[in-house]
T-cell receptor
Framework: EAQVTQNPRYLITVTGKKLTVTCSQNMNHEYMSWYRQDPGLGLRQIYY???????DKGDVPEGYKVSRKEKRNFPLILESPSPNQTSLYFC?????????????FGQGTRLTVV | GNSVTQMEGPVTLSEEAFLTINCTYTATGYPSLFWYVQYPGEGLQLLLKATKADDKGSNKGFEATYRKETTSFHLEKGSVQVSDSAVYFC???????????????FGTGTKLQVIP
């Protein structure tokens, strides 16, 4: 089954404790992205990757890091989480973006930073 | 920059009612337009899309027409069901930018609740 898998689904952590949210896709997609979803703000892109070892900042990259060492994996790293990073996070992948592609989303990771 | 504006929700309808969720956009080029749906506890799924002016996207009884003159892409369904209760996101994909990446911009989402 074609899917994007995120882990964990729920995470409560304390300020400053480094964490990683994993994302894996089994569709051989080149493009992967991370979004955060906040009430009233919709989805905002954090980082994206066009291929292995190619990553770039989205609209709200501050406080986040990513890596793309393999095509299937795109982890999101919070080196020193803060309460304003409490949010619902989604990973997405696609063959490409634009008119002929469909984005596949993971089920989300709800992060709470206290 | 690009932006997508959706009507604020929540929208509450009775089963079999007609649905319209408004979406307007601002873009520098000639974007592709999308509607995504998010069911409770799940990620977003593509509902329908349109790639050029006057195109109509349709799926599962939902329709939306790409109106360049009014920069709109309103979502409609003739008869909603309880199972349509979800959050709906309008989105646009910019034309090719530098490096081959086409950025997607999402609206804030509109929550639809259908009551029996």
């Amino acid at each position: 089954e074609a899917q994007v898998t995120q882990n964990p689904r729920y995470l409560i952590t304390v300020t400053g404790k480094k964490l990683t949210v994993t994302c894996s896709q089994n569709m051989n997609h080149e493009y992967m992205s991370w979004y955060r979803q906040d009430p009233g703000l919709g989805l905002r892109q954090i980082y994206y990757s066009m291929n292995v070892e190619v990553t770039d900042k989205g609209d709200v990259p501050e406080g986040y890091k990513v890596s793309r060492k393999e095509k299937r994996n795109f982890p999101l790293i919070l080196e020193s989480p803060s309460p304003n990073q409490t949010s619902l996070y989604f990973c997405a992948s696609s063959l490409g973006w634009g008119e002929n592609t469909e984005a596949f989303f993971g089920q989300g990771t709800r992060l709470t930073v206290v | 920059g690009n932006s997508v504006t959706q009507m604020e929700g929540p929208v509450t309808l009775s089963e079999e009612a007609f649905l319209t969720i408004n979406c307007t956009y601002t873009a520098t080029g000639y974007p592709s337009l999308f509607w995504y749906v998010q069911y409770p506890g799940e990620g977003l799924q593509l509902l329908l899309k349109a790639t050029k002016a006057d195109d109509k996207g349709s799926n599962k009884g939902f329709e939306a027409t790409y109106r360049k003159e009014t920069t709109s892409f309103h979502l409609e369904k003739g008869s909603v069901q309880v199972s349509d209760s979800a959050v709906y996101f309008c989105a646009l994909s910019d034309p090719l930018l530098s490096g081959g990446y086409q950025k997607v911009t999402f609206g804030t989402g509109t929550k639809l609740q259908v009551i029996p």
